[in-house]
């Protein structure tokens, strides 16, 4: 009854707003920090997409590139407005609680993908820890987390480690390059919680897929099961 009154009383002084527009709030919109105009302009993939050339996966059917050791899961797309305003906010402002919309995003695309009725295990995609203490989080680590809940899947943090700290990805001049900059730049600690273990390895946004591809290397030659990049958006 206390929290309940208190949470009147900050709705009062604080009426919670859009996280995009500044839109007050309706009650059933203010659990995903963004309004329901707002939350129609973003537009869902409705399948898995090849992590190499971007062709839809019908069904789960490798078609093309089937060598490649993982599936990509891409909520939308970062060129939608809605989607990059929130992603900007949570990685360079610093508002954590984009967060959760961004993890509302990933949970409703993945309820309609054929992989869903697998258990797996959440792993968010890791910084280094110097760059992670400068930012003062993780913004994969936040949207996991989120997404673990919605899900009632297990959130392991810390099991996939960044080992080496890595030029960004957009300063690299070509895929050879990008390649050689993340090279053996993961490890794995305590093996036997991932053995044999399905992954939806987690990242806000996909881009070249260089990082994801040696994380998921790193994955599977530790014993993890299949693993399944699963991001907000592809750029």
């Keep these: 009854m206390i929290r309940g009154a208190w949470e009147i009383l900050l709705d009062i002084l604080f009426p919670p707003i859009c996280l995009v527009c500044e ?29 190499i050339c971007g062709s839809r996966l019908a069904e789960n059917k490798k078609i093309c590139h089937k060598a490649v050791q993982f599936r990509l899961a891409a909520a939308t797309t970062y060129s939608n407005e809605i989607t990059k305003h929130l992603i900007w906010m949570l990685k360079y402002s610093r508002k954590t609680v984009a967060a959760r919309p961004l993890a509302d995003f990933v949970a409703i695309y993945f309820r309609t993908l054929p992989i869903r009725d697998k258990e797996y295990a959440i792993l968010p995609l890791p910084l280094y820890a110097a760059r992670e203490r400068t930012r003062g989080f993780n913004q994969s680590e936040r949207i996991a987390h989120y997404l673990g809940l919605e899900l009632k899947l297990p959130v392991y943090e810390n099991i996939l480690v960044k080992i080496r700290d890595t030029a960004p990805q957009a300063e690299t001049k070509n895929r050879d390059e990008r390649l050689r900059n993340v090279q053996n730049s993961f490890a ?10 399905d992954i939806l390895l987690i990242d806000d946004v996909f881009t070249s897929g260089s990082t994801a591809r040696e994380a998921v290397r790193t994955l599977r030659e530790a014993g993890s099961g299949s693993v399944t990049v699963l991001v907000v958006a592809k750029a």
């Design 23 to 51: 839109a007050p709030l309706e009650e059933s919109e203010k659990l995903r920090f963004l309004c329901d105009d707002c939350f129609a302009k973003v537009q869902f993939h409705t399948s898995l997409i090849c992590p």
């Design 188 to 197: 794995v600690r305590n093996n036997e919680q991932i053995f044999k273990k």
